[in-house]
């Protein structure tokens, strides 16, 4: 194997089949060793957090490829921590997408003035940004992507679609455990001209609800791992 990327939450080695290799580490985003999922850099280490982030992945990918969505999961090796993908290309310098299912964090921080905390967002408000630490992870819209000819038309169209579907299969599994999803984290690229969803599928990557109070991510793979 042959390291092409090392980064905050995972190493990313290529295989000689042509798929890659995705090595999940302990490492998680935070500060003053508090774990947070929306701080850009490395601020503590929880041991087995990435074997139970591969698990919470494999866990959904699984509901996906059930759900006739194309990710590109292929396999994985818990005990190794390791997951193996389809290679993909990320859309410019990398590029999250948000589904809102409720009006929270930095939405409200920008739109608090039309709207109040926890108001559900009807089907769905996706929204992508440009992953840019030193630029805050600037927002862009479709159009823009397709001005900066990151991604044509058809292609946001399809990320969109899969999106709403993803968050949808989400919400729904969180739903029979009595939790319900507020907003979700997505990453996407393109294989063979072909978008799919890539990276991870995990709880620091989403915020949810129970009984009103935003659950622990660390809590949150409990419980959709001990179920």
């Not at 089949?17 to 580490?25: C, I, P």
């Not at 992507?145 to 729904?172: H, N, P, R, W, Y």
């Amino acid at each position: 194997m042959k390291k092409i990327y090392e980064g905050k939450t995972k190493d990313v080695f290529s295989l000689e089949n042509g798929n890659v290799l995705l090595k999940f580490k302990d490492d998680c985003t935070g500060k003053d060793g508090v774990f947070d999922p929306g701080e850009n850099s490395v601020g503590l280490t929880i041991e087995g957090i990435g074997r139970a982030n591969l698990e919470t992945s494999i866990y959904y990918f699984e509901l996906c490829k059930k759900a006739g969505i194309k990710t590109h999961y292929v396999s994985a090796n818990v005990e190794d921590a390791t997951m193996e993908v389809l290679p993909a290309t990320v859309f410019g310098h990398g590029l999250e997408v948000i589904c809102r299912l409720v009006a929270t964090g930095s939405f409200i921080r920008r739109y608090g003035e039309y709207i109040e905390n926890g108001t559900p967002l009807e089907g769905g408000y996706v929204e992508c940004t440009f992953k840019n630490d030193a630029l805050g992870d600037p927002l862009v819209t479709s159009e823009g992507l397709v001005a900066l000819g990151i991604m044509s038309k058809e292609m946001f169209d399809s990320m969109k679609e899969q999106t709403l579907k993803i968050a949808k299969v989400v919400a729904d599994d969180l739903k029979t455990i009595g939790l319900d999803l507020w907003d979700i984290k997505f990453e996407f690229g393109f294989n063979k001209d072909e978008v799919i969803l890539i990276d991870e599928i995990a709880s620091g990557n989403m915020r949810v609800c129970k009984n009103g109070k935003i659950v622990d991510p660390v809590e949150l793979t409990k419980m959709i791992l001990n179920r």
